[in-house]
């Protein structure tokens, strides 16, 4: 039978207690809890209650059952921005900006995502500075 090591112990202790973060989310759905890297996250879009997670791999999605404006203070803001009071966005996987007929973030996976005009300026100010 294999035992943790005392260093193991520590660092699951550390992490589960916040003092060190896991190199994931954890994404509690409805049937089943999803470990997901922050890396493979495209953008995530609010669905009322819910958060919709649009993922690298395959386009694939998962539905969490916490809202938007929950996840956005686990996630790292170097990383992610929220473009609207719909979508954060995964600044990695954003190829540019449309400024035709409106702002839109054209991200990695081919969908255009809209801006809204109080966080353009924002936006703005954050990639002048990154």
Not at 52 to 78: M, T
């Amino acid at each position: 039978m294999d035992y943790l090591h005392s260093s193991q112990i520590t660092n699951l202790s550390n992490s589960v207690l916040g003092k060190h973060p896991m190199n994931f989310l954890t994404i509690s759905g409805a049937d089943r809890i999803d470990f997901i890297d922050p890396a493979e996250i495209i953008y995530m879009q609010s669905n009322g209650r819910y958060t919709e997670f649009i993922l690298s791999d395959s386009n694939r999605k998962v539905l969490a059952s916490k809202s938007l404006g929950e996840f956005q203070g686990l996630l790292n803001p170097s990383l992610f921005f929220r473009i609207h009071n719909t979508y954060i966005v995964n600044l990695k996987h954003l190829l540019n900006i449309n400024k035709k007929s409106g702002n839109y973030c054209e991200m990695t996976n081919g969908n255009s995502l809209p801006i809204s005009r109080r966080r353009y300026e924002g936006l703005m100010k954050y990639l002048r500075n990154a």
